[in-house]
């Protein structure tokens, strides 16, 4: 079995390459059943959530990411997520690789972010506020600039100084980019509103955004985290990256109660966007949003792309 550390893990999946591999990913049929999650309680108080998503595809790969996502790591000065990746063949069940599955959920993350964008932001839209600055967030500019034409970045986060290195950790990549410690007004501002935090609680407002903008959740996974209020969907069209974020997304679930969004409102999935069965943005001062809880069949494209890009022989 072979094994790709995070270095050899991030090589092949530039964004380039990576969003368009998910459009045909998504375009074309795949095997993924429903994830299995499992909530981590500890007697000192720490809690964690544990995730095991499968996906297998007629190409002849399986693949399963176990994903442990503990919030509280952050107070440790500990990243709040960890993963592994075990590519496997299909037909045999024998194990092909082991990859990061850190910089897989990430980049993968960041290109689908990209991909929803791609059908539902403005051609126009160019300038891009990040909430979050872990390891997500800080690829969200490289990723929606592969589709758009980004030329301002903004990023805010409840610790101004976690904003502050990541601005400079981008000038130094090239981009134009700046923290901020106003959110309002920075969503107020933005073309793209991109979120990738684990809040419980809803750091967006539907009052604040403006109109043609399009808001991109992707952080929050579980009905019990939120990064946007109710009221951001009201007036908007909103499309969801699988139907599972129904089930799974406390904003949507939100939403659904508060009574500014239907579930049989909702548009549509990536899949639906991707095969052509529905379309995206119809008019520049339509609001949008894409709400996205990851699927597996992200993780077996990244890894499927790994793979070959080694050279290895297919299944």
């Known amino acids: 079995m072979k ?10 999946l ?16 795949a095997h993924v059943p429903p994830r299995h999650v499992h909530n981590v309680e500890m007697a000192g108080g720490d809690k964690g959530t544990v995730l095991i998503m499968p996906a297998w595809s007629d190409a002849g790969f399986l693949g399963i990411k ?7 790591n952050n107070a440790r000065g500990l990243p ?8 496997y063949d299909a037909r045999t069940g024998v194990p092909l690789a082991m990859m990061d599955g850190n910089e897989l959920t990430a980049r993968r993350t960041a290109a689908a972010s990209a991909l929803g964008a791609s059908f539902l932001a403005r051609t126009d839209a160019r300038r891009l506020l990040v909430l979050g600055t872990g390891r997500i967030a800080r690829l969200l ?4 600039a592969s589709v758009r034409p980004i030329d301002e970045v903004r990023v805010w986060n409840h610790r101004p100084e976690g904003a502050e290195a990541l601005a400079a950790q981008w000038r130094a990549e090239g981009f134009n980019a700046q923290a901020t ?12 509103v991109s979120c990738a935090t684990l809040a419980t609680t809803p750091l967006v407002r539907g009052e604040w955004l403006a109109p043609g903008s399009h808001l991109d959740l992707i952080g929050s996974f579980t009905p019990g985290m939120r990064e946007a209020d109710a009221r951001c969907f009201e007036g908007a069209r909103t499309f969801i990256d699988t139907a599972e974020a129904l089930q799974k997304a406390g904003e949507l679930l939100d939403a659904i109660a508060a009574g500014t969004l239907r579930a049989d409102a909702v548009q549509g999935t990536l899949a639906a966007l991707c095969r052509g069965e529905r379309s995206g943005r119809t008019g520049s001062e339509e609001r949008t949003v894409f709400k996205a ?10 890894a499927t792309l790994v793979w070959q890009h080694a050279g290895s022989p297919s299944p």
């Open 3 to 12: 094994h790709f550390d995070e270095i050899a893990t991030r090589e092949p």
């Open 293 to 302: 809880v990851g699927s597996a069949l992200e993780d077996l494209t990244a």
């Open 80 to 87: 709040g997520l960890h993963a592994i990746y075990v590519l």
């Open 181 to 192: 410690t106003d959110l309002e007004a920075a969503v107020r501002r933005a073309d793209i």
């Open 141 to 144: 500019p490289a990723a929606h």
């Open 14 to 29: 530039a964004f380039a390459r990576l969003v368009p591999a998910l459009r045909a990913a998504f375009a074309a049929e």
């Open 66 to 72: 176990t994903i442990n996502v503990f919030p509280g």
